[in-house]
């Protein structure tokens, strides 16, 4: 069984500042992870996801994860956000070997960027 | 063109009621889902078929039940409404081939629900 834990429910931070999403997970088999953002009254949609390779990824909007396997982490970070960055932000991790289909994911992170 | 579409984005009605929400994926996609979004955002699958057969049922009240006319098509109808069942039913899509699905899933924008 696999779980995801997104260590931080909420985080404020001012506009142009960095900011680090934190999103742990526990696996006994290899996995797939993704960071999805829920803009307020509509659906998920994916900002990047870890499939293999080099361990840092980048996503849509400037945003960019690692995948660290000995930490079983993959942190979301953006140097420098804006205002529209606002959202529920989700990481979800899938099983390769078997029922790769099935998604879990985390509480998420409500990331508020203030002026 | 919009690539998973569900209806309607908003239904409210009383309890006891019985109450469908459609959802079309137009990707080629062999697997599709239902998620509940809770008030607190918390997201929960409740089933998934690949290609018209049932594969993914958690412990979902038997009130609950999927149908999949084809694999383009995934409908939930949910009988007896209670209070509880008050959230955001959300449909997705992945691309569901074996052992090519990496799980990156495709929603539709939710349909609100509102028991009163």
């Known amino acids: 069984a696999q779980s995801v834990t997104q260590l931080d429910s909420q985080v404020p931070v001012f506009e142009e500042a960095p900011v680090e999403l934190r999103c742990n997970y526990s696996?006994?088999?290899?996995?797939?992870l993704f960071w999805y953002v829920q803009y307020p009254n509509q659906g998920l949609q994916l900002l990047l996801k870890?499939?293999?390779?080099?361990?840092l990824v980048k996503g849509i909007n400037g945003f960019e994860a690692e995948f660290n396997k000995s930490q079983t982490s993959f942190h979301l970070r953006k140097p420098s956000v804006h205002i529209s960055d606002t959202a529920e932000y989700f990481c979800?991790?899938?099983?390769?070997?078997?029922?790769?289909?099935?998604?879990?994911f985390g509480d998420g992170t409500t990331l508020t960027v203030k002026p | 063109d919009t690539a998973v579409s569900q209806t309607p984005k908003y239904l409210v009605t009383q309890m006891g009621n019985d109450k469908s929400i459609k959802c079309e994926q137009n990707?080629?996609?062999?697997?599709m889902y239902w998620y509940k979004q809770d008030s607190k955002k918390f997201l929960k699958i409740m089933f998934s078929?690949?290609?018209?057969?049932?594969?993914i049922n958690e412990t979902v009240p038997n009130r609950f039940s999927p149908k999949s006319p084809d694999k383009a098509h995934l409908n939930l109808h949910i009988n007896s409404l209670e209070l509880g069942d008050s959230a955001v039913y959300f449909c997705?899509?992945?691309?569901?081939?074996?052992?090519?699905?990496?799980?990156?899933?495709?929603f539709g924008e939710g349909s609100r629900l509102t028991v009163l």
């Open positions: 997705a899509s992945s691309w569901g081939g074996q052992g090519a699905d990496t799980g990156e899933l495709f």
């Open positions: 696996s006994s088999v290899s996995v797939y």
């Open positions: 870890y499939l293999s390779g080099s361990t």
């Open positions: 979800a991790v899938s099983d390769r070997d078997t029922n790769a289909g099935k998604s879990t």
């Open positions: 990707l080629g996609h062999d697997t």
């Open positions: 078929y690949n290609n018209k057969e049932l594969i």
